[in-house]
């Protein structure tokens, strides 16, 4: 239970952190660089002061989700069983349905009586 909540706050906080590094700066673009203009006007935060806040912003979302990762390292729910597949399954003896057998034959044949020769 408390695995698939931790779970479920990671899988959030990858979607605001997809989301807020696509809205930093790079080269003079993006939300601190191009949207900035309009509001510095109207409110205090200008174009330094967004960017700031994008990567702060980006390094707390960062380390929670270190953080959350960890946490469920350990929040896994084992069931009770230690080891791994291999472990629990054990060595088990290998049935053999043959015999070997009682003598081992020679690998060349031997001869019972002399070949005579037959001139006549």
Do not use: C
């Not at 006007?41 to 953080?67: E, K």
């Amino acid at each position: 239970m408390l695995y698939g909540i931790i779970i479920s706050i990671i899988v959030i906080i990858s979607v605001l952190l997809i989301i807020v590094v696509l809205l930093q700066p790079g080269q003079k673009e993006g939300l601190s660089g191009g949207l900035a203009a309009g509001m510095m006007g109207s409110s205090g935060m200008g174009a330094r002061r967004t960017a700031d806040l994008l990567s702060t912003t980006t390094a707390v979302l960062a380390t929670v989700f270190l953080l959350l990762s960890l946490l469920a390292n350990f929040a896994i729910d084992a069931g009770g069983t230690p080891g791994s597949a291999v472990q629990q399954q054990g060595l088990q003896p290998v049935e053999t349905d043959f015999q070997a057998p009682a003598e081992t034959q020679a690998p060349i044949p031997q001869q019972t009586e002399p070949i005579e020769d037959q001139d006549n």
